[in-house]
């Protein structure tokens, strides 16, 4: 595990902190000495979870339930985590996901908006929320998790998945030449599969099989495999890194 010494005492919002990639990233960024909002839409029994054990181990943190939908909800978010350690260095967008493998013209309007909203739309809100006190203090850290849904046609996923998430590819390059002048850097990750509660609840053994034959690693990815990037992305050795996106998909971008 890499050590980031320059990130003892800054504060980072992990939205999707309460599962999955989400909650590995908040619990390694607590362990670097940053404090952390943990940040839920949903199930506050397991956002206070994650910030009670991050707590009993000697870190700080808070949780927020919030929906990210709403920008009103953002900015109750930063208000509050700026009240309890002052300011926001670094924003994790974590937040997201999709109800089914779903075909296009099995998929309502609804549902649509629904899974566009919470991957795309919550990445602007959570960004339009923080940005200002990171302009302000000439210095942050944007980090957006992705998927490889976002850089190529993927098997086992939904059209409104992709779309969403090659959303925030465009979205970040655009901000991070926005920002760039101002000390904040904008960068994502693109993570392939990776076995967090919700993806297992997903998958058929069929279709993890199907998985393990297309990734040259010969594994599909276990969560702590996502955490490396985003430490890396927010610490002072990626300073000079902007408008980026990591693949940590075992080698099947390549293909």
């Known amino acids: 595990m890499g050590l980031y010494p320059e990130l003892r005492g800054k504060t980072a919002i992990v939205t999707g902190g309460n599962t999955g990639i989400g909650e590995a990233v908040a619990r390694r960024l607590a362990g670097q000495g940053v404090n952390v909002a943990v940040v839920g839409s949903r199930h506050p029994d397991e956002t206070e979870r994650v910030r009670s054990d991050i707590c009993a181990d000697g870190c700080g943190a808070i949780a927020i339930t919030a929906d990210l939908t709403r920008l009103s909800e953002g900015e109750r978010m930063v208000r509050e985590v700026t009240t309890q350690f002052g300011q926001v260095d670094i924003l994790v967008n974590s937040a997201g996901g999709f109800y089914a493998f779903r075909r296009v013209v099995e998929t309502d309007e609804d549902e649509w908006d629904r899974v566009i909203d ?12 923080a940005l200002p006190g990171m302009l302000e203090r000439g210095w942050g850290r944007i980090i957006l ?7 190529m046609p993927v098997a086992f996923t939904a059209a409104h998945y992709a779309a969403s998430k090659a959303g925030l590819l ?5 901000l991070a030449r926005e920002v760039a002048a101002n000390g904040v850097t904008v960068n994502v990750t693109a993570p392939a599969t990776t076995l ?4 297992r609840g997903l998958l058929s053994p069929e279709a993890e099989a199907r998985m393990l034959e297309v990734t040259p690693i010969g594994r599909i990815a276990d969560v702590d495999d996502q955490v490396g990037a985003v ?20 080698g099947k971008v390549m293909l």
Not at 145 to 151: D, K, N
Not at 196 to 199: A, E, F, G
């Open 231 to 250: 430490l890396f992305l927010a610490s002072d050795d990626a300073a000079y890194i902007t408008g980026a996106t990591i693949d940590v998909s075992g």
């Open 118 to 129: 919470i991957n795309l739309k919550s990445a602007f809100v959570c960004a339009r929320s």
């Open 170 to 174: 465009g979205f970040a390059r655009h």
């Open 196 to 199: 967090s509660p919700r993806v």
């Open 145 to 151: 998790i992705s998927s490889e849904a976002g850089r």
